[in-house]
C-alpha cells in the first residue's frame, strides 16, 4: 500500500517526514567520548559487585556486640528459670505422733502423713473417724487432734479450726500469752 500526497491531510506530511527523520541513525560519538563513557561504566560497574568493606572500627564492635547479646540471653533464661520456682512454704508444725487414718493436703490433694513430717504453711491437716494426731506447733506448744477434725494452716503464726470433736492445745511450759481467735474469727488460734 503507498501513500500519495493527495491521500494526507494538511500537516500530516510534514509529521511523517520528522518522524523519518527520527529514525535515521545517530552518528558516531567521537573516540574519545566512547573511552569516556567506557570508563565510567566500568567504574560504576566494579562499585556495585566489588565486596563491601568493613570499616576496621565495625570489626573491633563485633565481639562485643556478641558478648552483649550472649549475657542477654542468659539474662532471660536465668529470669524464665527463677519465675518458674517459688520459695518453699515454711514449716508451721511437726506431725509428733498419729494413729489411725490422718491426712493433709488441701483441695483435692490428700496425702496420708507419718509421725516425723513436717507440716507447711497453706496446708490441713484431717483426722478419720478414729484418727488422733499430736502436733509440735513450735514455741514449745503441742495441739492435739481428735477424730473427725480439720485444721488450716495458713501461716506461720496462725492456725484455723475448720471442724473438730476434740482439740487440745498444751504448752509444754507455761505461756505468757496465747489469744484463742479474735473478733470475726472465733475459730482461729494465733500463736
Same mark, same amino acid.
Given at each position: 500500500?503507498?501513500?500519495?500526497?493527495?491521500?494526507?491531510?494538511?500537516?500530516?506530511?510534514?509529521?511523517?517526514?520528522?518522524?523519518?527523520?527520527?529514525?535515521?541513525?545517530?552518528?558516531?560519538?567521537?573516540?574519545?567520548?566512547?573511552?569516556?563513557?567506557?570508563?565510567?561504566?566500568?567504574?560504576?560497574? %566494579?562499585?556495585?559487585? #566489588?565486596?563491601?568493606?568493613?570499616?576496621?572500627?565495625?570489626? !573491633?564492635?563485633?565481639?562485643?556486640?556478641?558478648?552483649?547479646? $550472649?549475657?542477654? +540471653?542468659?539474662?532471660?533464661?536465668?529470669?524464665?528459670?527463677?519465675?518458674?520456682?517459688? #520459695?518453699? #512454704?515454711? +514449716? +508451721?508444725?511437726?506431725?509428733? %505422733?498419729?494413729?489411725?487414718? +490422718?491426712?493433709?493436703?488441701? #483441695?483435692?490433694?490428700?496425702?496420708?502423713?507419718?509421725?516425723?513430717? $513436717?507440716?507447711?504453711?497453706?496446708?490441713?491437716?484431717?483426722?478419720?473417724?478414729?484418727?488422733?494426731?499430736?502436733?509440735?506447733?513450735?514455741?514449745?506448744?503441742? !495441739? %492435739?487432734?481428735?477424730?473427725?477434725? %480439720?485444721?488450716? !494452716?495458713?501461716?506461720?503464726?496462725?492456725?484455723?479450726?475448720?471442724?473438730?470433736?476434740?482439740?487440745?492445745?498444751?504448752?509444754?511450759?507455761?505461756?505468757?500469752?496465747?489469744?484463742?481467735?479474735?473478733?470475726?474469727?472465733?475459730?482461729?488460734?494465733?500463736?
Amino acid at each position: 500500500m503507498t501513500t500519495n500526497a493527495k491521500d494526507l491531510r494538511p500537516g500530516e506530511e510534514d509529521a511523517l517526514k520528522g518522524l523519518l527523520r527520527a529514525m535515521e541513525p545517530e552518528a558516531e560519538p567521537a573516540p574519545e567520548v566512547r573511552e569516556r563513557i567506557r570508563r565510567a561504566v566500568a567504574a560504576e560497574w %566494579r562499585a556495585a559487585v #566489588a565486596p563491601a568493606r568493613v570499616p576496621a572500627t565495625r570489626g !573491633l564492635r563485633r565481639p562485643g556486640l556478641a558478648l552483649a547479646a $550472649s549475657l542477654a +540471653v542468659m539474662a532471660v533464661a536465668l529470669g524464665v528459670l527463677r519465675w518458674g520456682t517459688t #520459695a518453699p #512454704a515454711p +514449716v +508451721v508444725a511437726t506431725l509428733t %505422733r498419729q494413729s489411725g487414718p +490422718v491426712e493433709a493436703g488441701g #483441695a483435692a490433694d490428700w496425702q496420708p502423713v507419718t509421725a516425723g513430717q $513436717s507440716l507447711t504453711a497453706g496446708e490441713q491437716l484431717v483426722t478419720g473417724p478414729r484418727g488422733k494426731a499430736a502436733l509440735n506447733l513450735g514455741g514449745g506448744v503441742t !495441739l %492435739r487432734l481428735d477424730a473427725d477434725t %480439720r485444721i488450716a !494452716l495458713p501461716g506461720i503464726d496462725r492456725l484455723v479450726v475448720v471442724d473438730a470433736r476434740t482439740l487440745d492445745a498444751v504448752p509444754r511450759q507455761p505461756v505468757a500469752h496465747a489469744p484463742v481467735g479474735e473478733a470475726g474469727d472465733p475459730a482461729g488460734l494465733h500463736l
